[in-house]
């Protein structure tokens, strides 16, 4: 089946840096990845979608100069925290589709855990 | 705007009890309608989905069928077992909102032996 990668799995920072987090579709080619917020016993809220090649389209409420999506590539996405503060700790979780054979399915990573400092 | 609404947990069930979670929508369209499941410490799954008004998605004895005329996707399974404790999603995602996934709040699950 499709497999959807997330690097780091688990990343602690200091308030002030910048955390990169990867998303990688292993075995199909991601024409468009999302990427979700996920807090403690909460819901997963869309952040952003971005289709390769073009600028990532974001959530109201979601600041772009915060959160950098880079969408190189067919099989990779980045998000990029920057400046990270300790409101910025989630569980970050991005999805690729559409996955084998189209369609409208999305597969998941795994997630990164981000703690903020 | 889109929306999905379902059930609060958590739900507490013996095993080979019958499960039903509640999933109602709105959605501006015509969404597809899905079920994910978070098990713990692991990423969202795709249980099952359905793409159009009265298709019946089905996985793993869990069933859920698209009903449009009460904008409802309820999941059920018959006889639970103690593997199927987990998070439950229920989602829908129209093409004009480019199939980003909108996301109920998540039902846990809990079966006891």
């Known amino acids: 089946g499709a497999v959807v990668s997330q690097h780091p799995s688990r990343v602690i920072c200091k308030s002030g840096t910048s955390v990169k987090i990867e998303c990688r579709s292993l075995d199909f080619q991601a024409t468009t990845m999302f990427w979700y917020r996920q807090f403690p016993k909460q819901s997963l809220m869309l952040m952003a979608t971005s289709n390769e090649g073009s600028k990532a389209t974001y959530e109201q409420g979601v600041e772009k100069d915060k959160f950098l999506i880079n969408h190189a590539s067919l099989t990779l996405s980045t998000l990029t925290v920057t400046s990270a503060h300790p409101e910025d700790s989630s569980f970050y979780i991005c999805?690729?589709?559409?996955?084998?054979?189209?369609?409208?399915?999305?597969?998941f990573g795994p997630g990164t855990r981000l703690l903020v400092l | 705007g889109n929306s999905v609404t379902q059930m609060e947990g958590p739900v507490t069930l013996s095993e080979e009890a019958f499960l039903t979670i509640n999933c109602t929508y709105t959605a501006t369209g015509y969404p597809s309608l899905f079920w994910y499941v978070q098990y713990p410490g692991e990423g969202l799954q795709l249980l099952l989905k359905a793409t159009k008004a009265d298709d019946k998605g089905s996985n793993k004895g869990f069933e859920a069928t698209y009903r449009k005329e009460t904008t409802s996707f309820h999941l059920e399974k018959g006889s639970v077992q103690v593997s199927d404790s987990a998070v439950y999603f229920c989602?829908?995602?129209?093409?004009?909102?480019?199939?980003?996934?909108?996301f109920g709040k998540g039902t846990s699950l809990l079966v006891t032996p």
């Open positions: 999805s690729a589709g559409p996955g084998l054979g189209g369609g409208l399915t999305q597969y």
């Open positions: 989602a829908l995602s129209e093409q004009n909102s480019g199939y980003a996934l909108n």
